[in-house]
């Protein structure tokens, strides 16, 4: 098993020094799903949420958090991000939204939190235009689809 990346050898918490890294392009994809009742769902997909378009305003509050994961996350370095995408698929049956996000960058470092980042903030937002019409929506499933570039080369998540 690899060794914790952001401690020192004293036990100290520390940023990962990426100094001698070679920058390459490095993607990663995430998602993650919002179940409501359906009487939510309908009026999501409809657009009849009085606050406004849920959907676009969950994607734009998705690429900000994006930009912004380094502020929220700790240990996380800031990154000149590239592309940002926030896509949203409606399952009617099951009355949830699946949200998936990819994130771009060359640099030195990786991008896994800024999607994972993206696809909680979209979601959240989510909740928060529709929290008056059903407070029992449930976020779930948020985790790294893909990942690809630097040293460890490409993952695909296989479950």
């Not at 920058?23 to 799903?33: E, M, P, V």
């Amino acid at each position: 098993m690899p060794s914790f990346t952001h401690i020192d050898e004293k036990g100290r918490v520390c940023m990962v020094d990426v100094t001698k890294k070679e920058s390459t392009n490095r993607t990663a994809i995430a998602q993650g799903i919002i179940i409501m009742n359906q009487a939510t769902f309908q009026k999501i997909t409809s657009q009849e949420i009085k606050k406004g378009n849920v959907l676009e305003t969950a994607r734009i509050a998705g690429i900000m958090a994006a930009k912004k994961t380094s502020d929220l996350i700790p240990m996380c370095h800031p990154l000149n991000l590239t592309h940002v995408s926030v896509d949203f698929y409606p399952d009617e049956t099951s009355s949830r939204i699946r949200i998936e996000s990819s994130v771009k960058v060359f640099s030195q470092t990786g991008v896994e939190m800024e999607a994972l980042t993206t696809v909680s903030v979209a979601a959240l937002t989510i909740y928060d235009m529709c929290k008056s019409y059903d407070r029992e929506m449930t976020i779930s499933d948020i985790f790294l689809i893909e990942k690809q570039g630097g040293k460890s080369g490409k993952f695909v998540r296989t479950k």
